[in-house]
């Protein structure tokens, strides 16, 4: 099982629409994670660190589920600009990286 | 502020040649530092990390090496690129916190 498990997508949206992210992670001793966005062939950048009650920044919200060991990010009112690839990141005591969710936000 | 300078930015090196990466960090003291490579289509893979001068821990077995010869330098290298060292090569920072801060990274093609 990888450390870290994302749908690769893509997840091809209207703009305005609503879409979300799922991660499932393996190791339960996991105590930070992220959300990263990477656009094509460009370094990652963080977007948010996940906090256990839930968080939001503007229009990203991020979850997490220590039972059940998965992390979401929901994203609302979609723009073009949030096509990019979204990192799902945990930290049991490095960062371990997901390969990545591929959104495409349409006009 | 924190910025982070990769470079190059571009490399197409031959089989056998050696390698030579460095990442500077400024605004910072004392920062922990990373480097990773990101093949085609796969996750970022830690390769070194170092949280102080001339400390350095790799994380997975290779022809590569690492060195951080100044508190706010780093720098990748090695004597023989092989094939399979062709990747997007990205250096990182964090400070206090877990959350890393990446440089624009080099992407490097062995032929």
């Known amino acids: 099982r990888k450390e870290v498990e994302q749908d690769p997508g893509p997840f091809n949206v209207p703009e305005g629409a609503t879409v979300a992210f799922n991660c499932t992670y393996s190791?339960?001793?996991?105590?930070?994670f992220f959300w990263y966005r990477q656009d094509c062939r460009k370094e990652p950048k963080l977007l948010m660190s996940?906090?256990?009650s839930g968080n939001e920044d503007g229009r990203f919200t991020a979850q997490l589920n220590r039972a059940s060991q998965y992390i979401s990010l929901l994203i609302r009112d979609s723009k073009l600009s949030d096509s990019a690839t979204y990192l799902c990141?945990?930290?049991?005591?490095?960062?371990?990286f997901g390969t990545g969710t591929l959104l495409a936000v349409q006009p | 502020s924190q910025t982070i300078h990769q470079w190059p930015a571009t490399l197409v090196q031959p089989v056998g040649s050696p390698l030579s990466l460095e990442c500077t960090v400024e605004?910072?003291?004392?920062?922990?530092l990373y480097w990773y490579r990101q093949a085609a289509g796969r996750g970022l893979q830690l390769l070194f990390y170092?949280?102080?001068?001339?400390?350095i821990s790799s994380e997975v077995p290779q022809n590569l090496s690492a060195s951080r010869p100044q508190d706010r330098q780093f720098i990748l290298s090695s004597k023989k690129l092989l094939l399979s060292d062709s990747g997007f090569y990205l250096c990182?920072?964090?400070?206090?916190?877990?959350?890393?801060?990446f440089g624009p990274g080099t992407r490097l093609t062995v032929t």
């Open positions: 990182a920072w964090s400070g206090g916190s877990y959350e890393q801060y």
């Open positions: 190791n339960s001793a996991s105590q930070s």
């Open positions: 996940v906090y256990s």
């Open positions: 990141v945990v930290n049991p005591n490095k960062l371990i």
């Open positions: 605004g910072t003291s004392n920062p922990n």
């Open positions: 170092s949280v102080g001068i001339g400390q």
